[in-house]
């Protein structure tokens, strides 16, 4: 059973750009969180989705930020226009149900230059 | 209200020696307390965790310390390994509410052979 997948796990980005974080959960994990993490800091919560539903996007910064989980296919993060500020580790986890352990990947590094 | 502080920032011990690792919540909401142990290029993995109703959970070299009453909850690492060299972060969940979980700042630590 192949753990939580995120790709790329490496993103370089110019100012201005567009970055897409994908993250496919467990098998039968139907519950995605994403998390930030600046270097020398813990991981700070950006949203929880569920299958095509927002539940929880009070992390999300209110510009530029957004992210699905559609019927089909992994979860996706995308951040428009990206600042340096942007540069992070982005984790997403997974969990079967609410209340569940949650599973994380091993992240996607983002560096924007 | 909604912080989680984690203390030491970093610690270097022998092996063999016991790590302690210390947290402190202000919201008595909170009602789920799991560490989490990252190492580097890595995302965290569930170590254990604690609910309010126990004062102590052991596994292995592992141990959480629970007291509801000053709010902090610490880790204990008995006989520190080398390969136990990694950042440690606790966190907290709030009862009833979102799955997000909000995390101390981590503790990087060093087991020196």
């Known amino acids: 059973n192949a753990g939580v997948m995120q790709n790329p796990r490496h993103l370089v980005r110019r100012r201005g750009q567009e970055a897409r974080l994908r993250c496919s959960p467990m098998?039968?994990?139907?519950?995605v969180y994403w998390y930030r993490q600046l270097p020398e800091e813990g991981l700070k919560f950006m949203v929880y989705?569920?299958?095509?539903?927002?539940?929880?996007e009070s992390g999300m910064p209110k510009e530029r930020f957004s992210a699905e989980f559609p019927k089909e296919g992994p979860s996706i993060l995308r951040i428009q226009q990206v600042v340096r500020g942007d540069s992070a580790a982005y984790f997403c986890a997974s969990s079967p149900a609410a209340g569940g352990q949650a599973f994380f990947g091993q992240g996607t590094r983002l560096t924007v230059v | 209200q909604q912080q989680v502080k984690q203390s030491p920032q970093s610690l270097i011990i022998q092996k063999g020696g016991i790590s302690i690792i210390n947290c402190a919540y202000e919201?008595?909401?909170?009602?789920?307390f799991p560490w989490y142990q990252q190492f580097p290029g890595k995302g965290p993995a569930l170590l254990i965790a604690?609910?309010?109703?126990?004062s102590e959970k052991k596994e292995g070299r592992f141990t959480i310390s629970f007291n509801k009453s000053a709010k902090q909850f610490s880790l204990h690492i008995m006989d520190s390994q080398p390969g136990d060299s990694a950042t440690y972060f606790c966190a907290a969940k709030l009862q009833g509410g979102s799955e997000k979980l909000v995390f101390g700042k981590g503790m990087k630590l060093t087991v020196n052979p």
């Open positions: 919201n008595t909401a909170f009602d789920y």
């Open positions: 604690i609910r309010p109703d126990v």
């Open positions: 098998k039968g994990h139907s519950h």
């Open positions: 989705l569920q299958k095509e539903n927002i539940i929880d």
